[in-house]
C-alpha cells in the first residue's frame, strides 16, 4: 500500500513536472518566437562569420533539411534572394572581354560600360578570390544629413571597413541573387569617357514588369561625387 502510494506520488510529480515544462515551453515560443525580419538578421549574422560561404555553399545549405530548420528554410525561400548585409562574392579567374559580354547581356549603361573598359584593375586578377562584402545604409553610419559618397566612403573606412576592388560591382551585377533596389559600391571611383570619376551603382528590379526594368534594373554609373545621398541609401564595402 505504502509502495503504491509513492508511486502514485512520484507520477504526479512527473505529471505536474512535464505539464509545467510543456507549459513553459509554449510560454517561450509565444513570447521568444524571432520575426521575419530577425530571422534574416541572424542567417546575415552567421552568414558574415563564415568567410569562405559562395552563394552556392549557401544554396547547399538552403537545401539540406538537416543543417537548418524548416522555419528558416521557408523564409529564405520566401526572400529568394542573397543578403545584402552579408555575402561572399568571387573576383578574378575571368577574362576582360568575357565579363564584357556578360555585361553587355546583363543591362548595362554605356557609361559604366566605359568605366568598366577602361580600368586596367579589372580582369587582372588570372585567379578567383572571394572577397567578403558588407552591407549598411548612411544613416546606420551615423549620418544625420544628407553625405556625399566620399563621406560615406570615408565614414566606412573608419568604421572598419575598405574600398572594394573594381571588379567587384560588374561581379555582383553579373551575379544578381540580390533584392529589389539600389547599392552604392564604395570604391575609388573610375574616370568615363570624359574623364568624369563615378563609382558604380548596382540598380535591381526583377520583381517590375518589364517597362519599369527598362527604366530601373541596370547596371550604372552614380549620381556624382557631390550629390547629397538619402540616409536611407545602401552602400556595399569589402571587409578584411
Not at 558604380?200 to 520583381?207: E, I, K, P, R
Not at 545621398?229 to 552602400?235: A, H, I, K, M, N
Given at each position: 500500500m505504502l509502495y503504491s502510494t509513492r508511486k502514485q506520488a512520484s507520477l504526479d510529480v512527473l505529471y505536474l513536472t512535464n505539464r509545467r515544462r510543456k507549459e513553459q515551453l509554449m510560454t517561450r515560443e509565444t513570447v521568444q518566437h524571432p520575426s521575419q525580419g530577425q530571422l534574416l538578421d541572424i542567417i546575415a549574422t552567421l552568414t558574415g562569420a563564415i568567410p569562405d560561404l559562395t552563394r552556392e555553399g549557401a544554396q547547399r545549405i538552403?537545401?539540406?533539411?538537416?543543417?537548418?530548420?524548416?522555419?528558416?528554410?521557408?523564409?529564405?525561400?520566401?526572400?529568394?534572394?542573397?543578403?545584402?548585409r552579408s555575402l561572399v562574392i568571387e573576383i578574378g579567374?575571368?577574362?576582360?572581354?568575357?565579363?564584357?559580354?556578360?555585361?553587355?547581356?546583363?543591362?548595362?549603361?554605356?557609361?559604366?560600360r566605359d568605366m568598366f573598359e577602361g580600368c586596367p584593375e579589372i580582369g587582372s586578377l588570372s585567379e578567383s578570390v572571394p572577397v567578403r562584402l558588407v552591407g549598411h545604409t548612411i544613416a546606420e553610419l551615423g549620418f544625420k544629413e544628407k553625405p556625399t559618397y566620399p563621406e560615406v566612403c570615408q565614414r566606412g573606412i573608419e568604421r572598419g571597413c575598405r574600398?572594394?576592388?573594381?571588379?567587384?560591382?560588374?561581379?555582383?551585377?553579373?551575379q544578381g541573387g540580390l533584392e529589389d533596389g539600389g547599392y552604392h559600391i564604395a570604391m575609388d571611383p573610375l574616370p568615363d569617357k570624359n574623364g568624369t570619376k563615378e563609382p558604380?551603382?548596382?540598380?535591381?528590379?526583377?520583381?517590375a514588369d518589364e517597362k519599369n526594368r527598362e527604366m530601373y534594373h541596370w547596371l550604372h554609373a552614380g549620381p556624382g561625387l557631390k550629390a547629397n545621398?538619402?540616409?536611407?541609401?545602401?552602400?556595399i564595402f569589402?571587409?578584411?
Open positions: 538552403i537545401e539540406n533539411k538537416k543543417m537548418i530548420t524548416p522555419r528558416i528554410r521557408d523564409i529564405l525561400s520566401e526572400v529568394g534572394q542573397l543578403s545584402w579567374g575571368m577574362p576582360k572581354k568575357e565579363m564584357l559580354h556578360k555585361l553587355k547581356k546583363a543591362r548595362t549603361k554605356a557609361w559604366a574600398l572594394c576592388h573594381p571588379e567587384v560591382g560588374p561581379r555582383l551585377w553579373i558604380f551603382f548596382l540598380a535591381f528590379a526583377n520583381g545621398l538619402e540616409l536611407d541609401s545602401r552602400f569589402a571587409v578584411e
